[in-house]
């Protein structure tokens, strides 16, 4: 699997039972503290293994920093913060670069391992399949507000634990549920990487808005104005995949293009697998919503209702 598929990594195969998962991210600061600047961008690199069913086990630092601005202190913060979650995760790491920048970016080059026959794609969900989320939304929302000093620290406290939160355990059960298809949610937002499935599977999926989780304070700070930048890209350019919506709330909508950071997975079961999937979530404190289907190819990518 290469690019073409626009999946969350790339996978090759090197022996008839074993699959080598590659992927990488590097992210700017979302908090000030470095330690947990750290723990956020190991996170969010490991996902996309996770996201593939497989499971990380080395990775390499990749590192932008400005020696002449910030102390050295602040880049042992941030690499020691990355190393106890890849310690969480069972992942070694065997390396990195650093290159002297004038912006600070942060994040990981990740090596998973999948049997060939066990991958969880983006672009296999069936018309049938329910959906559930394992996170909910709002990172991108609250870290802009951090920024500006208008976070709350419940909201603020809430995106940590999130961004922090591995999804180890969900991707774990969603193998034994047999998942049909997987993707985690990050910078294109719920919406966009949506889109993707749908698209590349041919069809057409609803989410119900009632049922999509927000993070604590999310529409005040959206009324406040603290949405990012990436916010309104996503919704110009997912917005045409959208079905028409009668009465819609365009303020309301903006969540849902959010762009995560660390975000949980979207996952497509079959409705037996499915239930067995958020009874044995619930039993194991494993985040999850139900929050739509998948349908047979409509007019559209996707269907709000």
């Given at each position: 699997m290469g690019p073409e598929t626009s999946d969350d990594a790339g996978v090759y195969?090197?022996?008839?039972?074993?699959?080598?998962?590659?992927?990488a991210d590097i992210i700017t600061p979302l908090v000030d503290d470095p330690f947990t600047f750290g723990r956020i961008a190991a996170a969010n690199a490991v996902s996309d293994v996770y996201a593939m069913g497989g499971r990380p086990v080395s990775a390499m630092n990749l590192v932008f920093f400005p020696a002449c601005s910030l102390p050295a202190e602040i880049l042992r913060e941030i690499l020691a913060g990355g190393q106890s979650v890849l310690q969480e995760a069972g992942v070694c790491l065997?390396?990195?670069?650093?290159?002297?920048?004038?912006?600070?970016?942060?994040?990981?080059?990740v090596t998973g391992l999948i049997a060939p026959d066990e991958i969880i794609r983006n672009s296999t969900a069936r018309p049938g399949n329910l959906?559930?989320?394992?996170?909910?939304?709002?990172?991108?929302?609250?870290s802009?507000?951090?920024k500006g000093e208008m976070a709350t620290e419940e909201s603020s406290q809430a995106a940590i634990r999130w961004m922090t939160t591995l999804n180890r355990e969900a991707a774990g059960l969603m193998r034994l549920c047999n998942a049909c298809a997987a993707t985690d949610v990050t910078g294109f937002g719920l919406i966009g990487h949506a889109a993707e499935m749908a698209n590349g599977a041919g069809v057409t999926i609803q989410l119900n808005l009632s049922s999509i989780p927000l993070m604590p304070g999310i529409s005040e700070l959206v009324a406040d104005g603290m949405v990012p930048a990436g916010c309104y890209r996503n919704r110009d350019h997912y917005l045409p995949l959208l079905a028409p919506i009668v009465n819609s709330d365009a303020i309301a909508l903006l969540p849902l293009f959010d762009p995560?950071?660390?975000?949980?997975?979207?996952?497509?079961?079959?409705?037996?697998?499915?239930?067995?999937?958020?009874?044995e979530a619930d039993r194991a404190g494993i985040f999850a919503r139900r929050i739509g289907e998948v349908l047979t190819?409509?007019?559209h990518a996707i269907e709000l209702i």
């Open positions: 195969r090197i022996s008839p039972t074993c699959a080598l998962v590659e992927t065997v390396g990195g670069h650093t290159v002297e920048d004038d912006e600070l970016k942060y994040g990981l080059s959906l559930i989320l394992t996170k909910p939304l709002g990172t991108g929302i609250i802009t507000a951090i995560q950071t660390s975000g949980g997975l979207l996952i497509a079961l079959e409705p037996d697998d499915a239930r067995r999937f958020m009874v190819r409509q007019s």
